[in-house]
Structures are given as C-alpha cells and as structure tokens.
C-alpha cells in the first residue's frame, strides 16, 4: 500500500525487499523519490530522514 523509497538513490523498493536501515544522520543525502525502481544492492533507508517529517505518506 505505502511505496517505500531508496534513500540513497530515491527508487521505489520492491515489495519484500532486504533493505538495509541506517541511523538518520545530519549529513546523510537523501536522494529525490521517484517512480523508477531502486537498482541498488541492497536499498537504503534512514529510519527517520531529517528531510521527510511526512514519513508514511508517499504520493504514487
Ligand atoms: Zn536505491
């Protein structure tokens, strides 16, 4: 129901993917979600990024 995004290169995670979470971090770059699938090996997502306080709603 809820897309969940690669922080690290912004692609949308696959269902059941293993996704390595990571602590949030001021320095962390997060990367602009968009609709291609994530590519990378595995994704990465901040548990709480500083930059998305709407965490949970992603717009499809
Ligand atoms: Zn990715």
Redesign the pocket.
């Given at each position: 129901m809820t897309e969940m995004h690669?922080h690290?290169?912004?692609?949308v995670i696959p269902n059941g993917a293993k996704v390595k979470y990571l602590p949030p971090r001021v320095t962390a770059q997060v990367a602009p979600a968009h609709p291609d699938p994530?590519?990378?090996s595995p994704?990465?997502v901040y548990e709480h990024s500083p930059l998305d306080p709407d965490e949970g709603e992603t717009a499809p």
């Amino acid at each position: 129901m809820t897309e969940m995004h690669c922080h690290f290169c912004g692609g949308v995670i696959p269902n059941g993917a293993k996704v390595k979470y990571l602590p949030p971090r001021v320095t962390a770059q997060v990367a602009p979600a968009h609709p291609d699938p994530c590519s990378c090996s595995p994704p990465i997502v901040y548990e709480h990024s500083p930059l998305d306080p709407d965490e949970g709603e992603t717009a499809p």
